[in-house]
């Protein structure tokens, strides 16, 4: 096995998913190379200590820049707040070293684009963390499309719902809720749980045209995490958006963190002219299925449970019937990207493809001020 080592730097939820990802990958798929857990970087030193101790890095940086220089990192992982993904990336690439960036890729598409620049003058290996490509049942949605079996596609539709805004005491800034300080995030639901959305639709339905949306921010002051300040909130709470895409379908797309009792509703509809296809990330090894070339008095919405070893990546794993949840669609994430080191094929979302979803984020933002449709 060739090892792969990894440099991680930030070490929040996702530094968790990612982390656990790479620790799990070579159990259970079959790649010849192998992350090795090599530095942790934080800037906080106990902070990184504690994270490298528990799960097992090697080292800890304490700057991004020292992490960058040493020679026995391979691979930079990107797990910070989005405002450093476009600085840390640019200047991993001039030193050679491949990026896994988490979504969304940048705070705009300017961002963006330089950080694609970057990787393709420097020919590393990218990709950004859109895992729920990755989701078995979203996987084999996927399969479904590709095979016709959905014929012509009328309509894409797709949420995703949180409400651990609502309460106004909720701080901006911080480790916990940078999420919500304009400065550090980009945007608010649009970069943070509508990209996800957006990767997801382009890779099942292809590109889309132009965009109509609103976002509202129903808190508009709050207090600052670290300076006590009561400051103005400038990130969307809640954005909702039309669009047509290239191949003539509409999309219909929500997100909001202030969907009361919904934690992380992520769902998404798909009808087309034969048949139509449902999926809920609460039940996310359900894959719900309509045929209409199925017998008239049998035809109805089938409830696929994804775990049979001919669907996608459940073969590696146990036997059918027997699940998985979120953390394996990072596994299969890491999995794919080993894969594609092997056989030097690109790997998908990479950064240009991730830059497709931030230019409709981008669009979506500015039809929402200016109240017009956007061409994306
Ligand atoms: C926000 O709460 C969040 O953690 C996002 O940042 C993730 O990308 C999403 O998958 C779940 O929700």
Known sequence: ???????????????????????????????????????????????????AKNWGYESIETDWRALLKRDDIDAVDICTPNNLHKEIAIEAAKAGKMILCEKPLAMNTAEGEEMCEAVEAAGVPNMVWYNYRRVPAVSL???LIDEGRLGKIFHYRANFLQDWTINADVPVGGAATWRLDAEAAGSGVTGDLLAHCIDTALWLNGGIKDVTAMTETFVKERTHADTGEKIPVTIDDACSFLCHFNNGSLGLFESTRYARGHKALYTLEI???KASLRWDLHDLHRLEYFDHADDSIVRGWRSIHVSDGDQPYMGNWWVPGLQIGYEHSFIHQVADFLKSLESDAPFSPNFRDALETQKVCDAVLASAKQRVWKDV
Do not use: S, W
């Open 1 to 51: 096995m060739k090892p792969l080592n990894i440099g991680m730097i930030g070490y929040g939820f996702m530094g968790k998913a990612h982390t656990n990802a790479y620790k799990q990958a070579n159990n259970f798929f079959d790649c010849e190379y192998k992350p090795v857990l090599k530095a942790l970087c934080a800037r906080n030193r106990d902070k990184a200590e504690g994270f």
């Open 141 to 143: 949605a996927k399969q």
């Open 271 to 273: 009808n087309g002219e």
